[in-house]
């Protein structure tokens, strides 16, 4: 089940994405549970982490939805949000609130339905796997989640990760193999990147936690069709 809070004070897209919502449920099976309110400051002034994903449409009167989204990332960092909009420069501005994506008024029910099933895999996070580094200091077990990307160095690898960096003995070729089908790609023979924290592909490097990353010109092109399978869902 997934609970998504439509945010919008027009009659008539509210009603085309209740319509649009139980349409993308009957064609996938999926069961999804929408709440309807009229303006950013009703899902602010009670928000308490219900919803999954939030609809979010940018024009309101009383509170804007840029702002609402503002308030709630306060408060949560997981939710999914996806502005609603006629003006795609607005749009554009939610990234800096960690919006997914956005969709443009009049809505069409394909550009939608392709945003939803990206939010809805971005949703359903597959179980926490784990992989166990040995080096001097001990052994560790890491979230695959958690790691950034793994640096090849002579004889020896570098985990880079949320909590720090972990030097161990290893090559990058065993650690891929251990790795493969989890979102993990080669940019080049020095590194093995995790797709889940590549923030942008610019100018042949990947951008990983503001740290830039070459990509090889022969594995540029795989590296970029993996990368936009993945953020496709």
Not at 18 to 44: K, S
Not at 101 to 123: E, G, H, M, T, W
Not at 197 to 219: C, M, P, T, Y
């Given at each position: 089940?997934?609970?998504?809070?439509?945010?919008?004070?027009?009659?008539?897209?509210?009603?085309?994405?209740?319509?649009?919502?139980?349409?993308?449920?009957q064609?996938?099976?999926?069961?999804?549970?929408?709440?309807?309110?009229?303006?950013?400051?009703?899902?602010?002034?009670?928000?308490?982490?219900?919803?999954?994903?939030?609809?979010?449409?940018?024009?309101?009167?009383?509170?804007?939805?840029?702002?609402?989204?503002?308030?709630?990332?306060?408060?949560?960092?997981?939710?999914?949000?996806?502005?609603?909009?006629?003006?795609?420069?607005?749009?554009?501005?939610?990234?800096?609130?960690?919006?997914?994506?956005?969709?443009?008024?009049?809505?069409?029910?394909?550009?939608?339905?392709?945003?939803?099933?990206?939010?809805i895999a971005?949703?359903?996070?597959?179980?926490?796997?784990?992989?166990?580094?040995?080096?001097?200091?001990?052994?560790?077990?890491?979230?695959?989640?958690?790691?950034?990307?793994?640096?090849?160095?002579?004889?020896?690898?570098?985990?880079?990760?949320?909590?720090?960096?972990?030097?161990?003995?290893?090559?990058?070729?065993?650690?891929?193999?251990?790795l493969?089908?989890?979102?993990?790609?080669?940019?080049?023979?020095?590194?093995?990147i995790?797709?889940?924290?590549?923030?942008?592909?610019?100018?042949?490097?990947?951008?990983?936690?503001?740290?830039?990353?070459?990509?090889?010109?022969?594995?540029?092109?795989?590296?970029?069709?993996?990368?936009?399978?993945?953020?496709?869902?």
């Amino acid at each position: 089940m997934v609970r998504i809070a439509i945010v919008e004070d027009d009659e008539f897209y509210v009603k085309q994405l209740v319509e649009y919502l139980e349409r993308y449920e009957q064609e996938t099976g999926i069961e999804i549970i929408a709440d309807v309110f009229t303006d950013g400051a009703m899902l602010v002034d009670r928000y308490n982490k219900d919803y999954s994903i939030i609809l979010l449409d940018i024009e309101m009167p009383i509170l804007d939805g840029m702002t609402a989204a503002e308030e709630i990332r306060k408060v949560d960092e997981e939710v999914v949000i996806i502005f609603i909009t006629n003006m795609a420069q607005y749009a554009i501005k939610g990234y800096s609130v960690g919006a997914l994506d956005y969709v443009l008024k009049p809505i069409a029910y394909f550009a939608f339905s392709q945003c939803l099933q990206k939010a809805i895999a971005r949703v359903r996070k597959p179980p926490e796997q784990h992989i166990t580094i040995s080096s001097r200091a001990g052994i560790r077990k890491l979230n695959i989640v958690d790691i950034y990307y793994i640096e090849s160095q002579g004889n020896s690898l570098l985990y880079h990760t949320s909590s720090g960096e972990y030097k161990v003995t290893g090559t990058l070729k065993n650690v891929e193999e251990s790795l493969k089908d989890k979102y993990f790609e080669r940019g080049n023979s020095g590194y093995l990147i995790n797709l889940r924290h590549v923030d942008a592909i610019v100018n042949g490097f990947a951008i990983v936690k503001g740290v830039k990353l070459a990509l090889s010109r022969s594995r540029r092109g795989s590296f970029m069709k993996a990368f936009t399978s993945f953020i496709e869902g």
